[in-house]
């Protein structure tokens, strides 16, 4: 059982920035991917962004390519969610989501084993 823990959310005045982090409970290994999705009052839960831990790989939603990026820390059961030039459409829960089978469908919610528990992102205009 793998557990996933969210942070860095929280307020912010629209054109700003955070950096969310997602904490793995075990050690990740090459055949893992992590994600972020969110999802916003009354909407689906949505793809954000998603990193293969073993290439290094990154994908993001057309909705925030250019502003958001995700990444990995060197220990790899870390991955960050920059996120910057925040509007009210950033608004959401944002949920890290990881899968230890190698799967290559990132995009695709069903993909992902386990899921943290969310952080509240509110851009404020």
């Known amino acids: 059982q793998v557990q996933l823990v969210e942070s860095g959310g929280g307020l912010v005045q629209a054109g700003g920035s955070l950096r969310l982090s997602c904490v793995a409970s075990?050690?990740?290994?090459?055949?893992?991917?992590m994600g972020w999705f969110r999802q916003a009052p009354g909407k689906e839960r949505e793809f954000v962004a998603a990193?293969?831990?073993?290439?290094?790989?990154?994908y993001s939603a057309d909705s925030v390519k250019g502003r958001f990026t995700i990444s990995r820390a060197n220990t790899k059961n870390t991955v960050y969610l920059q996120m910057n030039i925040l509007n009210s459409e950033d608004t959401a829960v944002y949920y890290c989501?990881?899968?230890?089978?190698?799967?290559?469908?990132?995009?695709?919610?069903?993909?992902?084993?386990?899921w943290g528990q969310g952080t509240q992102v509110t851009v404020s205009s």
């Open positions: 989501a990881a899968t230890p089978f190698g799967r290559t469908r990132l995009q695709v919610e069903r993909e992902y084993d386990y």
């Open positions: 990193i293969s831990l073993s290439s290094g790989n990154t």
């Open positions: 075990v050690r990740t290994s090459s055949s893992f991917a």
